[in-house]
């Protein structure tokens, strides 16, 4: 049974979001990085744990000026598919809601599929694209603004 549970990230889980860092990107945010995120006023960093409290997902966000930038939001392998980035994401939304902020920002690898599908189906649109951002690959940038009528959020976290 998945355990979709989450929890502020904390000092003690850097370790475990790191090594999903480098198991996932080329770029990887080092430890110290991920340490300070914790301390950064307008940074959301939530993850998402299992019974014994391993870090099975994370998702790193920022509030800029009315807006929510995505940074990251990873889920480790063998709990994909399962609604965990779901779950995550939506613990942003509600926080944008709470902050009235009407738009959510990210960048995606136009070759990652599985995450272009997973915000597509979060209604995410794109609006930009960066030419060979990723080496040989593009970045797409996309953006899903918040209706605050017609889109209603499980309450979640
Ligand atoms: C993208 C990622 C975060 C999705 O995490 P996840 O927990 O597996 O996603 P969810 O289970 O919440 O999926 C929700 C929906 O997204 C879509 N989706 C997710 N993974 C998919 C895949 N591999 N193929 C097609 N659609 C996918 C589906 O529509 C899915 O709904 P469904 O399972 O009912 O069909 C995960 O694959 C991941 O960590 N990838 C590596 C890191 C990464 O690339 N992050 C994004 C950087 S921009």
């Known amino acids: ?13 850097i370790n475990s979001i790191y090594q999903l860092e480098i198991e996932n990107y080329s770029s990887p945010y080092n430890q110290n ?17 299992d019974l014994d409290n391993n870090v099975t997902g994370y998702i790193i966000a920022r509030l800029i000026l009315g807006e929510c930038e995505i940074h990251r939001i990873t889920v ?15 613990c942003i939304y509600k926080i944008c809601i709470d902050q009235t902020v ?10 990652n599929r599985p995450a272009i599908n997973f915000y597509k189906k979060n ?4 609006v930009g694209q960066r030419k060979k951002y990723y080496g040989d690959s593009d970045a797409l940038i996309l953006q899903k603004r918040i209706s605050y009528v017609n889109d209603p959020i499980e309450r979640i976290c």
């Open 1 to 13: 049974m998945i355990i979709l549970k989450i929890t502020k990230a904390n000092r003690e889980q």
């Open 33 to 49: 990085s991920l340490l300070n995120e914790l301390f950064i006023e307008d940074s959301l960093f939530y993850c998402n744990i």
């Open 76 to 90: 480790s392998k063998d709990y994909r598919r399962q609604g965990i980035a779901q779950n995550l994401l939506n």
């Open 102 to 111: 009407h738009a959510v920002f990210l960048e995606v690898n136009e070759n």
């Open 123 to 126: 209604n995410f649109i794109q």
